[in-house]
């Protein structure tokens, strides 16, 4: 056999190879919230503080996530939230976007030959504060919520398994969110809601 034929051959093994360890990642949708209801809200402009800066270290994975929650809360606004006023603010004040995995314990005995163990949990919280100022930048209305959920990661888990469960994670967590806040805005925000 020709070295050059057998070079090439090489080649296209490895590359097959290589192709066998790194599967390809999962092909999420884009994370929306356009389905629910948007809210019309009596303020020129809405403004987003972010007040949370994750730590770029374990725990922590908001870094390594196919959609971080604050990522997340700010396309909840985006979608939920419409200024359609000439005056007033609406400042959404992000206080919490967290997202750790933390090991568990395994068991190493021969149980753990035939079962499937969790080998980690993930936990997303979410804290975010709404507050209408007026003119002078004064706060005339409030309304604040949270959420968490946790989900445990089974071994052996591939990568796109598992972006697709912190997505599903995040996704779930903003779901809570948006019910736990919603009642807080039509209530304290009365006054200044186009759509009720």
Known sequence: ?????????????????????????????????ANLQALQIDVARVEVVSKYQPPAQAPHIEYDMPVAPENAIKRWVQDRLQPVGRSGVLRVTILDAQATENPLKTDTGVKSVFEKQQVARVDV????????LD???????????????????????????????????????????NTNIDPYI???????????
Do not use: H
Request: hydrophobic share 45%; with cysteine; aromatic share 8%.
């Open 125 to 132: 919280a979410v804290e975010v504060s709404l507050q209408i």
């Open 135 to 177: 003119e002078r930048q004064f706060p005339v209305a409030e309304a604040s919520a949270k959420a968490s959920r946790s989900r445990t990661l089974p071994e052996g888990m591939k990568l796109n398994e598992r972006d697709s469960l912190l997505y599903d994670l995040v996704e779930g967590t903003m779901l809570e969110f």
């Open 186 to 196: 039509r209530t304290s925000f009365a006054r200044w809601l186009g759509v009720r």
């Open 1 to 33: 056999m020709p070295r050059a034929l057998f070079l090439c051959l090489g080649l296209l093994l490895g590359l097959g190879a290589c192709a066998g360890v790194n599967p390809p990642s999962a092909k999420l949708p884009q994370m929306t919230f």
